[in-house]
């Protein structure tokens, strides 16, 4: 390889793993709302998810609900996330659109989707028992995966899928229009996520 050189790397594609801070208090109490959801609407929505539920949104105004309260521990993250990407930091202006859970039993999975008119999606890991399924990522750059040689080495510059491990309290926060989907639940158990959509108002 020549050593003369200088590469300018352009357009990455970021997807921000945190693990959220008292996860397990979360987990618990989150469990529990996501299962009642489950007994009150059994059918649930068909989304991106083959097999498994699928959850109408959540309500999130109850202040004292789990639901409103893990909103609000994600918010540090959410911002920083933002920050990260050089975005400007408003907290008024940032707001969560839509939250709403997936049980995924035994090959169930999510196909690949993106979340359109957000800027921000992500995937909570309330329950990932082992083998529950990778968090897939496609290159959104659709021509690169057109027409390409053989390749002789995995890079940043050839990727065009690759997959995430995931485990209970991991916070995926990426941009909306990435696609991503969720691999076959392979294990006995379900595989719990929480996912919600942010937006920026610039309107207010």
Wanted: hydrophobic fraction near 30%; include cysteine; charge should be neutral.
């Amino acid at each position: 390889m020549i050593d003369n050189k200088e590469t300018l790397n352009f357009f990455p594609q970021p997807v921000f793993k945190y693990k959220v801070d008292d996860f397990k208090e979360y987990n618990k109490k989150l469990s529990k709302y996501i299962y009642d959801l489950k007994e009150e609407d059994k059918s649930g929505i068909l989304r991106s998810n083959r097999g498994g539920w699928h959850s109408k949104p959540f309500s999130l105004k109850d202040t004292n609900s789990i639901q409103h309260k893990f909103l609000l521990e994600t918010t540090k993250y959410v911002f920083d996330c933002i920050k990260t990407l050089g975005w400007k930091l408003e907290p008024n202006k940032v707001i969560c659109t839509e939250m709403w859970a997936i049980i995924n039993k035994k090959d169930d999975f999510n196909i690949i989707h993106t979340h359109p008119n957000s800027y921000l999606s992500a995937a909570y890991y309330v329950k990932a028992p082992k083998d529950c399924g990778q968090f897939t990522i496609e290159n959104p750059h659709s021509i690169s995966r057109h027409s390409y040689p053989a390749l002789e080495r995995k890079t940043e510059f050839n990727l065009k899928v690759e997959r995430i491990e995931i485990e209970e309290g991991d916070l995926l926060l990426f941009p909306a229009y990435l696609p991503h989907g969720v691999q076959e639940n392979k294990s006995n158990e379900d595989r719990i996520v929480i996912s919600f959509n942010i937006n920026i108002n610039n309107f207010k």
